[in-house]
């Protein structure tokens, strides 16, 4: 699903750093799992969890075989967004996300131009990842809060420190880094993405990237990059 701070481009150059010492029936989790862009790509035995309350919901209801709305108007999404208590979570985590910049109710997508349907294109996106996510099981926890098996491979895919605010808000920086160490040490391989970690860490693996394009903007750059525990 097009998320924010989508891991899709880079998940063929991710996956197999990070899946390289995978033992057989070794447990991998991807803790802040997001749009599913990585772990959708996965296989064996796979771990998504988020603390969005609304997004997991959505994935455990279309594993399950629910059908999305092909379309919602405007007012149909503003009463969505406004009275998300009246509705179920599955319905408000899909229409929530259909949203500008792939941000939850971030804004209703519309063309001018009357060329692109935008909401033909969230149901196919979801379709088409469907078949790739059958088999996960989902946690809708803090990362700290989720239990892990023995050894296994952690995958966090945080918030940015420098970018745009997640709607799940603030995040504790410090306390996540003390929590890898804290797993790495129990014997679990650790990696993140992150354009900046502290001196504990290092990064093996980075790549320029364009990382928004607006009309005002331009293009800018950032580093990709994914870090491990030294
Ligand atoms: C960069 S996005 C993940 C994108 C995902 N890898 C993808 O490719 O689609 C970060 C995610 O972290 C989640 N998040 C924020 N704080 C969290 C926490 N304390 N525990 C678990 N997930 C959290 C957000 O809800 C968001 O979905």
């Known amino acids: 699903m097009k998320y924010q701070g989508s891991k899709n481009r880079h998940a063929?150059?991710?996956?197999?750093?990070i899946l390289a010492d995978r033992k057989e029936g070794q447990y991998f989790y991807?803790?802040?799992?997001g749009g599913l862009n990585i772990i959708d790509k996965v296989d064996g035995n796979r771990i998504a969890n988020d603390i969005h309350p609304y997004l997991i919901p959505m994935f455990r209801e279309l594993q399950k075989g629910w059908?999305?709305?092909?379309?919602?108007?405007?007012?149909?999404?503003?009463?969505i967004r406004d009275n998300k208590e009246k509705y179920p979570k599955h319905l408000v985590g899909y229409?929530?996300?259909?949203?500008?910049?792939?941000?939850?109710?971030?804004?209703?997508?519309?063309?001018?131009?009357?060329?692109?349907?935008?909401?033909?294109?969230?149901?196919?996106n979801i379709m088409k990842q469907l078949?790739?996510?059958?088999?996960?099981?989902f946690i809708n926890k803090s990362y700290d809060e989720v239990e892990l098996q023995l050894n296994s491979i952690l995958y966090c895919d945080i918030p940015y420190k420098s970018t745009k605010k997640y709607s799940t808000g603030n995040f504790d920086y410090d306390?996540?880094?003390q929590w890898c160490i804290e797993k790495h040490n129990e014997g679990h391989q650790v990696f993140i993405s992150e354009y900046y970690m502290p001196s504990d860490f290092k990064c093996v693996?980075?790549?320029?990237?364009?990382?928004s394009l607006t009309k005002d903007t331009g293009s800018k750059k950032n580093v990709e990059k994914l870090f491990i525990v030294k």
């Open 12 to 17: 063929k150059e991710l996956l197999p750093i």
């Open 30 to 33: 991807d803790l802040f799992a």
């Open 67 to 79: 059908i999305p709305p092909l379309n919602v108007t405007n007012e149909e999404w503003r009463d």
């Open 95 to 124: 229409v929530g996300f259909n949203s500008y910049g792939a941000r939850f109710f971030e804004g209703y997508r519309r063309d001018k131009v009357g060329k692109r349907d935008y909401w033909k294109e969230h149901y196919n």
């Open 131 to 137: 078949p790739n996510i059958k088999t996960i099981t």
């Open 175 to 177: 306390k996540f880094y």
């Open 205 to 211: 693996w980075q790549k320029e990237v364009n990382s």
